[in-house]
């Protein structure tokens, strides 16, 4: 496929260790008491990292901070490997499995749906042929997969996820690749559904579909990784059992979601596959790889190694 310029993220990192802000540049460890977890400020992420925020979940011995950034902007800072901790796309962990585990609990998954290949007026799955792809993220799931149930001919347009309806709106792409709430909204925003990827993965494979992990740094010791998973799992937990307070905080982050299609969102992407990925979802993350490789766009099977929450 032909790739259009990938354009400029523009979004400054919103982090901070309890409450207050911290300079980009010291990201990865402000001290040795300090552990710092990226992740976005997606509904569903800032849910599940609600009670880490408020302390109401930790670490003994450590302060948890937090590095928010758009998920392709996390995407590409994990090649780094400067984050202990970070969510990523799915589609991104063969590139950085060198410099990270996987964590069993965190995990972005849905059964039967994902995100959706939306267009301004009616355009049917054939018809994408020959046309101009806007696409969140070199390095998201979703691109993975219309790599993967697409036509190869279609010409991506690299945009930030927010900027996928404008650019199908203005006329700079004819179709686009929707991530996040507008995948439950695009109606709602006067576009025309083409075809969604996660019915497309599901009628292929019967399994739930991972679009995104969490992960924690090798070179953190055994005992403190195993720790920083199962606070994870707790803050997940206690978001799910204190659902309205949790969700007050993710919807704080103005993306423009009612409370309604928040809580609809989150549950969608905050569910049982979430607290444990399970061999299920293990089974789904090589589906995904294998068949990544059998088109052509991923060379080698990454091994995965995936810490179990408890």
Excluded at 213 to 236: E, M, Y
Aim: hydrophobic share 40%; proline share 5%; glycine share 10%.
């Amino acid at each position: 496929m032909k790739s259009s310029k990938v354009l400029p993220q523009g979004r400054r990192p919103h982090s901070r260790i309890d409450g207050k802000r911290y300079e980009e540049k010291d990201q990865m460890t402000i001290n040795d008491s300090t552990i710092i977890f990226g992740h976005s400020p997606d509904a569903d992420d800032a849910f599940m990292f609600y009670a880490m925020e408020k302390k109401i979940v930790g670490i003994p011995g450590y302060k948890v901070g937090h590095h928010m950034e758009d998920i392709e902007s996390l995407n590409v800072l994990a090649a780094t490997g400067k984050l202990p901790v970070t969510a990523i796309s799915a589609a991104r962990y063969p590139q950085v499995a060198e410099h990270y585990r996987i964590m069993s609990c965190g995990s972005s998954v849905g059964r039967n749906y994902g995100p959706a290949v939306v267009s301004l007026g009616s355009l049917s799955e054939s018809e994408l042929e020959g046309k101009r792809v806007a696409v969140p993220g070199r390095f998201t799931t979703s691109w993975l997969l219309f790599q993967i149930f697409g036509p190869k001919d279609c010409e991506p347009l690299f945009v930030d996820f927010d900027d996928v309806g404008p650019a199908v709106n203005d006329g700079r792409a004819e179709a686009g690749i929707l991530l996040h709430e507008g995948q439950i909204l695009y109606e709602k925003q006067g576009f025309h559904g083409v075809m969604s990827l996660g019915e497309k993965w599901f009628e292929a494979t019967g399994l739930p579909i991972p679009l995104g992990v969490d992960l924690v740094s090798r070179h953190i010791g055994a005992d403190l990784a195993q720790q920083i998973a199962n606070a994870s799992l707790a803050s997940i937990n206690y978001a799910r059992e204190h659902e309205d307070e949790a969700l007050d905080y993710a919807l704080s982050f103005g993306r423009g979601i009612d409370p309604e299609d928040g809580k609809k969102f989150v549950r969608m992407y905050v569910n049982d596959d979430t607290v444990d990925m399970g061999e299920e979802g293990r089974a789904a993350l090589e589906k995904l790889f294998s068949l990544a490789v059998d088109r052509g766009v991923l060379q080698d099977l990454p091994e995965l190694d995936i810490i179990q929450a408890n």
